[in-house]
C-alpha cells in the first residue's frame, strides 16, 4: 500500500505541476476515457481470466485506488507527446515510455508495502506487447477528441 499511495502522490504530483499544453476540458476527457477504459480492461484480464490483480484476487477496496494511477500518467504524456514532430521522434518518445511503464510496472510486483500488483498468468511481455498499443488508443482518443472540439467551436462560431 505505500508504494501505491508513493505512486499516486507522485504521479498526479507531476500531472498537476507540469507546463500543460492540454486544456483543462482535455485533461478532464483523458481522465473519464482512461478511468472507464482501465475498468473495462480490468474486468476481463483481472476479474475474469484472472490475468493480474491488485493487492488480492478478487474485488477489494484497495484496489480501487489504483484506477487514480493511469490518468495522471496518461495526462503527461499527451502533454508532452512531439505531435508536430518527425515519425523518428515518434517512436523514440513511445519507446521511452514503453521502458518508462516496464520497469515501473517492474516495481509494483515487488513484496507489499512496496508493491501491490501481482501476476497470474500475465507476465511483462504481455505489457511489451499491449502497451503501446493501450498508448496508441489513447493517443487515437485524444485526437479524436480535439477535432470534434474544433468541430464544436467552429458551428458555435456560425450560430450567430
Do not use: C
Request: aromatic fraction near 22%.
Amino acid at each position: 500500500m505505500v508504494g501505491l499511495l508513493i505512486a499516486l502522490i507522485i504521479f498526479n504530483g507531476i500531472a498537476l505541476k507540469i507546463k500543460k499544453r492540454l486544456s483543462l476540458i482535455q485533461m478532464y476527457h483523458i481522465w473519464t476515457f482512461t478511468i472507464a477504459f482501465q475498468t473495462v480492461f480490468d474486468v476481463y484480464i483481472d476479474f475474469k481470466y484472472h490475468g493480474y490483480w491488485y493487492f488480492s484476487k478478487g474485488v477489494d477496496w484497495k484496489s480501487f485506488i489504483a484506477i487514480f494511477l493511469v490518468p495522471p500518467v496518461n495526462v503527461v504524456y499527451l502533454n508532452f507527446f512531439p505531435y508536430k514532430k518527425a515519425l523518428r521522434k515518434k517512436i523514440l518518445y513511445l519507446t521511452s515510455w514503453e521502458i518508462v511503464l516496464l520497469l515501473y510496472e517492474a516495481i509494483t510486483l515487488l513484496p507489499e508495502p512496496w508493491g501491490f500488483f501481482h501476476y497470474g498468468w500475465w507476465t511483462l511481455w504481455h505489457s511489451l506487447i499491449i502497451n503501446p498499443i493501450l498508448l496508441m488508443i489513447l493517443l487515437g482518443y485524444y485526437k479524436w477528441m480535439v477535432k470534434l472540439e474544433k468541430r464544436s467551436t467552429l458551428a458555435n462560431e456560425f450560430k450567430y
